[in-house]
């Protein structure tokens, strides 16, 4: 198993403790890329994957590094539709 399907797989289990660095570096091994939506975009991040045309919208944590639950079952429906 891959590091890359180990990160998945936690994704999976709507872990309370996924950071923004472990869904940047997911999301990037399924073909997203991460973009800034603007000079004055403060926090939010655009994940853009090319070859299916699906866009995530999202604003990092902060102050913290953590994903919010809301965030991970927002994230998790999007991916269930398009990929997983």
């Given at each position: 198993?891959?590091?890359k399907d180990k990160l998945l797989e936690r994704?999976?289990?709507i872990p309370k403790d996924f950071t923004?660095?472990?869904l940047r570096t997911m999301l990037s091994g399924?073909?997203?890329k991460e973009h800034?939506?603007?000079k004055t975009s403060g926090s939010r991040v655009?994940?853009?994957n090319d070859y299916i045309?699906?866009?995530i919208k999202i604003h990092?944590?902060?102050p913290g590094n953590i994903i919010k639950p809301y965030l991970m079952k927002y994230i998790y429906e999007n991916l269930k539709e398009r990929i997983l």
């Amino acid at each position: 198993m891959t590091k890359k399907d180990k990160l998945l797989e936690r994704f999976l289990s709507i872990p309370k403790d996924f950071t923004y660095n472990e869904l940047r570096t997911m999301l990037s091994g399924l073909g997203y890329k991460e973009h800034q939506l603007g000079k004055t975009s403060g926090s939010r991040v655009l994940f853009f994957n090319d070859y299916i045309g699906h866009e995530i919208k999202i604003h990092k944590p902060h102050p913290g590094n953590i994903i919010k639950p809301y965030l991970m079952k927002y994230i998790y429906e999007n991916l269930k539709e398009r990929i997983l």
